[in-house]
């Protein structure tokens, strides 16, 4: 299921964000709903926001005037910076890949989170075009 696969990388992306490291473990999660692909899937956002950490970081500061990097809770730029890179790297369908980050957003993180996550990548999308 990419659904789940995607927020199986995102909670690995957020992980990352905390401790700097990536043990490339999923055991931890529901493996009935993941299968080989979903695990190529979710290893593929997660190496992918690693590997170009430093170019998300100045994608996401570009557009987010409002809050230094630093200031941006950390489950918000784990779902920002993860939906940038599957819009620029893979053939996802723009609105999935911004819905499912705002869903993150609104599991994980705060109420306001919602639209700054959706204003972000809304407004990322929209320069790309």
């Known amino acids: 299921m990419r659904s789940y696969a995607r927020e199986v990388a995102f909670c690995k992306i957020y992980a990352y964000l905390i401790s700097g490291r990536f043990d490339g473990d999923y055991s931890q999660f529901d493996q009935k709903m993941l ?33 230094k990097l630093s200031r941006i809770y950390r489950p918000d730029l784990a779902a920002i910076e ?9 053939d996802t369908p723009v609105p999935v890949i911004i819905n499912e980050a705002v869903s993150f957003a609104k599991k994980y993180s705060t109420e306001k989170s919602v639209s700054y996550v959706n204003g972000i990548l809304a407004a990322y999308n929209g320069s790309r075009q």
């Open 35 to 67: 299968d080989e692909q979903d695990i190529q899937f979710a290893n593929a956002l997660v190496n992918g926001v690693i590997e170009q950490k430093s170019q998300l970081d100045s994608v996401v500061g570009e557009f987010s005037r409002s809050f």
């Open 82 to 90: 993860m939906a940038i890179w599957e819009m620029n790297n893979l």
